[in-house]
């Protein structure tokens, strides 16, 4: 007799056309984000190049994560996160938060923590700090809808990209 763990979601099939996403994805330039919350174990957090605005009122956004366990797990469970837009100064950093067990939140890298406890780039072209509103479960994804609770802005830096699954700068156009 076999039992089965019907609560873990099984891996994903490769298929033709989730290949063909993936390809056509691949040359869709997407800006980047990292992603942070306080969890009673720690601060955490990711890279994430899903984030997009949704609405103004209520001011909202969406992202998705790939797995609901690390540090995707707790940021699903966190009452509270920031999003950070950031910009070609920190690519060795948005490297740093994806990939897992590498060094994160140093003194070093500019992180401080907002007065509601989250941790918080200092330096970042713009943070958002938002709190859940709903989740979708698509395959191995899962994705957020998040209400924005206050938007702390920073200075103008030239946009990072992921590409390819690379980081790329963007010039910035003076005018």
């Known amino acids: 007799m076999t039992s089965e763990n019907t609560d873990r979601p099984s891996p994903p099939v490769p298929s033709e056309v989730g290949?063909?996403?993936k390809a056509a994805f691949r040359a869709h330039p997407a800006g980047v984000a990292i992603i942070t919350a306080m969890t009673p174990d720690g601060p955490v957090g990711l890279t994430a190049s899903s984030v997009a605005?949704?609405?103004v009122d209520p001011a909202a956004i969406v992202f998705s994560v790939t797995r609901a366990t690390g540090s995707a797990g707790a940021i699903l469970s966190a009452g509270s996160f920031v999003?950070?837009?950031i910009d070609d100064e920190h690519s060795a950093l948005a490297q740093s938060f994806a990939v897992s067990g590498a060094e994160r939140f140093t003194p070093e890298q500019g992180w401080g923590a907002l007065p509601t406890g989250e941790p918080y780039l200092r330096e970042?072209?713009?943070a958002m700090r938002g709190h859940t509103m709903t989740t979708v479960?698509?395959?191995s994804s899962t994705v957020v809808v998040a209400e924005i609770d206050e938007v702390l802005l920073g200075r103008p830096g030239r946009p990072l990209v992921y590409?390819?699954?690379r980081f790329h700068t963007l010039a910035q156009d003076p005018d």
Do not use: F, N, T
Request: overall charge neutral.
């Open 124 to 126: 970042a072209r713009a």
């Open 53 to 55: 605005s949704v609405a």
């Open 19 to 21: 290949e063909g996403l």
């Open 163 to 165: 590409l390819d699954r």
């Open 137 to 139: 479960a698509v395959g």
């Open 83 to 85: 999003v950070h837009l």
